[in-house]
């Protein structure tokens, strides 16, 4: 059934249809023929030239906005505001627009400003009426869990109320805290259009959700079978400059007096440098082992294990902080006082 429409779709675009493309259309393809009942769908890059910007105000119950950052800088225009631009496009006349943030205040002015053009609703996770807190750890199957309230009373544009207590959260940090509330948002934007979604769901939800390779923390056993016991392994995607501060701040909260080890291997598009200058002025680090891991199946877009000590080394240098490294025997003798390890 999909293959006849893909088959006319790259007709219609002269073969140029790309692998996106494809999978975009084949997932909505599949969505409609199971008739499901919400269909959630993210933006690839950017939002208003996207694959999946093919909605109308008709098929659409709202709009999220999570972040705006660097990521895709070059291709989005090359400026936070150009990305801001890029992802209001999602926008839709009159539908509700949910925003994370928190944004710099010229930032929020485009979204909000877009959502004023189209006349559509807006709540933001950010908002005065909505509190959130942290109330500590509590260790659920071998796991970290956060435990965290979330209370929401926003009366503004339309009302959304919801008061969640001692909700354990799998993924930690105050910024997965702020996407925790942000998600409730949308689903109470969901209810107060007839869907039936009630606060007991909207817990289970929060309490089941979790990413592999996103704040994934290993089970102790999963530790014991990698030859660490009563290690803390903690897996995450973190790439850029902003989600690599969000991670050093979780380690702080959750852990602050913990030994660090970090083990690193990065795609050859990001900023390694910013990157190694949050860790570095975050934590302090027992050893960094750096690495090499194909990206999407290929080594292409792979930063090689030695260049990526190069950027390490440089920003340990530019912060002043003394280091031991693999492979610079001659520099061991001027290190003094507690030193990082750096290997590759």
């Not at 926008?91 to 930032?107: A, D, E, M, T």
């Not at 990698?226 to 290690?231: R, S």
């Amino acid at each position: 059934m999909i293959k006849p429409k893909l088959d006319e779709a790259i007709q219609l675009e002269n073969g140029s249809l790309t692998h996106f493309e494809v999978l975009t259309a084949t997932a909505l393809t599949l969505m409609a023929e199971e008739k499901v009942d919400i269909a959630v769908i993210e933006a690839g890059l950017g939002g208003a030239r996207d694959a999946t910007n093919i909605l109308c105000s008709s098929e659409l119950a709202a709009s999220v906005i999570t972040t705006i950052g660097e990521e895709h800088l070059a291709a989005l225009g090359g400026s936070l505001e150009s990305i801001a631009v890029a992802k209001s496009g999602i926008i839709k006349h009159g539908r509700p627009v949910v925003l994370g943030g928190p944004f710099l205040p010229h930032i929020d002015c485009i979204l909000r400003d877009k959502a004023l053009v189209m006349c559509s609703p807006v709540v933001s996770a950010s908002d005065a009426g909505i509190r959130t807190s942290i109330k500590g750890l509590v260790i659920l199957d071998g796991r970290p869990c956060q435990l965290s309230d979330i209370m929401i009373q926003v009366e503004r544009d339309f009302p959304l109320f919801i008061e969640l207590s001692d909700v354990k959260l799998r993924m930690l940090g105050r910024h997965q805290l702020h996407n925790a509330s942000t998600a409730a948002c949308v689903a109470l934007c969901l209810r107060d259009q007839g869907c039936q979604i009630s606060d007991k769901s909207i817990r289970a939800g929060l309490e089941n959700t979790f990413l592999l390779g996103r704040s994934q923390f290993l089970s102790t056993k999963e530790a014991e079978v990698l030859g660490l016991p009563g290690a803390t392994i903690l897996l995450d995607g973190a790439h850029t400059k902003d989600s690599a501060k969000a991670l050093v701040d979780t380690v702080r909260m959750a852990f602050p007096d913990a030994r660090v080890a970090l083990v690193v291997a990065m795609a050859s598009d990001k900023d390694h440098l910013a990157f190694a200058r949050e860790f570095f002025s975050g934590l302090q680090l027992e050893a960094v082992f750096l690495t090499e891991a194909d990206i999407a199946g290929a080594k292409s877009r792979t930063t090689p294990a030695s260049l990526l000590r190069d950027y390490w080394i440089q920003a340990s240098e530019e912060l002043g902080i003394d280091t031991l490294h693999d492979g610079t025997e001659k520099n061991r003798d001027f290190v003094r006082g507690k030193q990082n390890h750096i290997s590759y």
